[in-house]
């Protein structure tokens, strides 16, 4: 799957991306290429799991945008326009604790039911990790920095920021635990 399955994710990122949202195609290079660092603690998924960092704000782009939240939206254009894998279009999804937004926007029961959560946890984390230590230009930041910054965006009160706020804790677990897993590997 490798390869091919990342040389296409980049093709449409970039097509969906590029044009009508520049900052946020540079996010998503900065977080393909987070992936590409940490894909050796993956093995066989490491190029799932570039494609779903490549591919995690496709939903952001304008004609994508149906129910105005970019997880949601990205893995239907995945699945019907694409056909994707079923487990990109969930990674996708559900990226960076997704369910946790959809509940601020009375969307939890539409993820769910059709987009259930993938049972890897590595795979999982691997891409929260990717995306929540990428800033909106594709630098790399820490976690704790990322939603500091989202909040800063977003506003405390808004749907984002009260998403970002609920779901700080677990996204430092997540990082935490990719950060184990990366020190562990031989040098």
Known sequence: MGDLIEGWATQV???????TLPRRWA????????????????GQDAGLLVAAATLHDVGYAPRLATTGFHPLDGARFLR????????????????????????ERGLREELASEFPL?????????VVYCDMTTTPDGGRTTAEE???????????????????RRAAPEIFAAVGRVEAELAAQPR
């Open 13 to 19: 990122a970039e097509d969906e991306l590029s044009s």
């Open 27 to 42: 996010h998503t290079q900065g977080v393909a290429k987070r992936a590409v660092e940490v894909s050796q603690v993956l």
């Open 80 to 103: 019907d326009e694409h056909g994707a894998d079923e487990r990109l279009v969930r990674l996708v999804a559900n990226h960076s604790f997704a369910l946790l937004e959809a509940e």
């Open 118 to 126: 993938l049972e890897e946890p590595l795979l999982v984390d691997a």
């Open 146 to 164: 990322r939603v500091a910054e989202i909040l800063g965006r977003y506003g405390d009160d808004s749907v984002v920021g009260r998403f970002i």
